[in-house]
């Protein structure tokens, strides 16, 4: 069993920059593939970043590539989404999630998440 507790959200303006944080529970965190969904209001929950648990690769939606980086710090049990230039449209609910998912193909699908974060709130205004 894993409980994920992820933080960091706040206000912050077009531009700026959040650091968020999902500190996770349980010895088995290194060999789990960690990732952060978000979710606007009237939307479905998309795929923003993950971090593989073989190699560490990591994996990004179109629309952050470059301005969002995906980390592990496994001594800390700790993944973290550091969010550079925000934009209005990034204004959402974020949750990070992990599971043992061994296809990379699955890292941006929801489903393949047994575990889940009870979501940050991100906003940003213009």
């Known amino acids: 069993q894993v409980q994920l507790q992820d933080s960091g959200g706040g206000l912050v303006q077009a531009g700026g920059s959040l650091r968020l944080s999902c500190a996770a529970s349980?010895?088995?965190?290194?060999?789990?593939?960690m990732g952060w969904f978000r979710q606007a209001p009237g939307k479905e929950r998309e795929f923003v970043a993950a971090h593989s648990w073989r190699g560490g690769y990591t994996y990004y939606a179109d629309s952050v590539k470059g301005r969002f980086t995906i980390s592990r710090d496994s001594a800390k049990n700790t993944v973290y989404l550091q969010m550079n230039s925000l934009k209005p449209e990034d204004t959402a609910v974020y949750y990070c999630?992990?599971?043992?998912?061994?296809?990379?193909?699955?890292?941006?699908?929801?489903?393949?998440?047994?575990?889940w974060g009870q979501g940050t709130q991100v906003t940003v205004s213009s």
């Open positions: 349980g010895r088995t965190f290194s060999s789990y593939t």
């Open positions: 999630a992990g599971d043992q998912i061994t296809t990379s193909r699955q890292y941006s699908t929801a489903m393949a998440y047994k575990y």
